[in-house]
């Protein structure tokens, strides 16, 4: 590769430390201060590096010192660096590489600065059968360099050489959210090689004076493996973080030269630097701009929607670097409104306890977070490879925290096994008197069903305890044949009227069939520790599937305030190519209805703090034959229809939103007051073929639970669209559109008379 800076006073690799000590010397010898100073310029004095890369000049579009930069978006990102500017990676699609050529008896000197937000993916295998990432690499069929890292954070250096393959093994985790200076040399005439954190020795690896380097006959590349692993359409193990400073010298260089590698003085907060820049999903029209969403990658269950002071957290299930499903994270965001969300560095993640054992190692997968004696405490579902029983495969796990902003946690390991089920996960907990109470989604022998705890008094905070049944009547009369039950809520409604939520899947259930995958509950009584629903048959969170999974906490007025996720329905490969999948819903507002058995459901009255002034206001709007076309002119708006009373077989109402002004892109919401029915038409959505799951889908409508349908609010946000009837039944669903022009309205019914109504719309955008 071409050189990016010569020597000589100031070269472009050369730190600001540098061109001090350049300058200083340069003062010496004019001034004749000659004792000592042969020394001091040997010392203080640089090669050329053969490869050097500051992205400063990417923001201008400029490759960094011949490196090309691989990435499916439409440019890298750029962010804070050391000094100047960094690049940041994605996780998945992006990484760097170019030519580099060395002699095998130069030595070596890599040096670089990295900021990782997470560990590097990987399939939930086995230890032993892992592939590890790379920081920068030069290797293949054995030969070359690679310094690396695996999903554990465990890393270090390898070389291949001609006495063999000198390998350096970190002692210690490399350290997350912060600046990480690397240096690795390999001194051939003396046969070491040696791996640096900043100025302090991690180990050596030693073979024999002159030595030669084995090199691979393969490109440098930055920040992905020399061996890919797939999911799918998704490479998993590369890195998620940002880059700066990194050079490569054919030479391997003394502690006086190590030191003009340093940085700043003070080294600058990573944070910056692992912010998504909005540039990378800046032309992403499907994205959702107000609701709840992370930075970027996967995300799936929220959990563990709690307050703690004027803060609202979320946790969640999350994979920091690509749009696909491994060893899961939790996530975590915050916000004092529920409408404004940050996100904060993931709670949890999969860790080892020993070599090739971690009680979490496979995930850390959904659960529930409480707070009691100033402490909250994280329940969740932990994942290994070992026995189901004696080694809590699956367990329920628990973490504290004394950290008021809930950053920091301790693990304490499982506290419970899969004993009584054939698998189980995502445990809930309430309080009620002084005692805590768990249960647990499970596969039994019947189907899905529930484990059940009570927290007993006792040393060490006390022992669960299980009970032989929660409901009454059986698990087998309520399921609707799934094999599980996922995601339990337990909360009450009003006095004496408690709610039982479940998601059940597998069996006979399925995400795109019928019954599909989608929460369910049960209303009834909460008596002497049994629950007895006012009927054995399931209601239906949603009247249509698309939204599922909800995650329940109590406003400072006691009222309920519920999340769930709307799910994809599009491709992997469409995911792949987003950079992200999976939305959460906006906030809703539960409670009880008149008829003292149905869930109430309507936005929260937070999301009000998101609307504009209205750009649509009309009374008496005749919706008929001829529809009325209307454009909200953004991306994110609510939209309210209020119909006067009709008759009650009038034609149902046709809205389509994300419509395109030639008709060719539509999807098509249609109320149907007389057959109590609303359907979603999505056939004719999207020109794309990325769309995935039913075209059509049907939901039946009880009016004597919900009204007569007259209020129709509509929220649009990107794909996400979500209905509300009368403020008290809901649907979300996902809508995929190829055009940029698709967001228009159309509103129309096949009346010979036309209904009339009064219509606004809000556009709606996050508070500044």
Known sequence: MKAHARTGSGPAHASLRDRLMRGCLVTIALLGCVTGSNAV?????????VVHADFDELSAGK????????????????????????????GFSSYAEGKLSLSPSSGLTLSLWVALESYPSDLEVPVKDMVPSSFIQQAAGGKGFDLYIDAYGRWGFKVATSAGVLRIQAKSKFPLRRWVHLVATVDVSTGVASLYQGDELIGTGRGVPGMTLELASTPLRLAAAPTDTKILDFTINRLNGAFDQVAVYAAALNAEQRRLLSGP???????PALVVPATRF?????????HPLPPANWTNEPHGLIRIGDTWHVFYQRTPNGPFKTLMHWGHMTSRDLVVWESQPDALMPELQSDDFGFDMKGIWSGHVIADGGKAFAFYTSVNHGDRLAASNPGVAMAISGDPQLREWKKTGPILNSRGARDMRDPFLWKEGGTWHMIIGSALDTGGGLLYYVLEPGDKGG???????????????LDIGSEIWEMPVFEQLSDGVWILLVNPIGGKVSKYGEPSTRAVYWTGIWSDGTFKPFSTTPKLL?????????????????????????DERRTPLAQRQAGWAHTFSLPRTWYLLGDKRTLGQRPAPELAKLRQGTVVDRSGVSIGRDPVSLDAGHGAYEMLIELDDAPADAAPVQLDVLASPDGREFTRLVFDRARGEVIVDKSRSTLSADGEGPQLMKGSYAAESFGAMRRLRVIVDGSAVEVFINDAAAYSVRS???????????????????MKAAVKVWPLRLPQ
């Open 41 to 49: 310029m040997a010392a203080a004095t640089l090669p050329d590096p």
């Open 63 to 90: 490759l960094p010192g011949g490196l090309q930069i691989k990435t499916q978006f439409s440019a890298p990102d750029v962010v804070p660096g050391v000094a100047g500017s960094a690049w940041r990676t994605d």
């Open 265 to 271: 003085s003070s080294t600058p907060s990573a944070e």
């Open 282 to 290: 800046a032309n992403d029209t499907l994205r959702p701009r107000v």
């Open 463 to 477: 022992r669960w305890q299980p009970r032989p049944r929660f409901t009454d009547p059986s698990y087998r009369m």
């Open 542 to 566: 949603d009247l249509v599937p698309g939204h599922l999974a909800p995650t329940v906490g109590r406003a400072d007025d006691g009222s309920l305030r519920a999340i769930g996720i709307i």
């Open 736 to 754: 995929y559109p190829s055009l940029a022009s698709s967001t228009g309205i159309r509103i129309g019914a096949d009346n010979p008379q036309p």
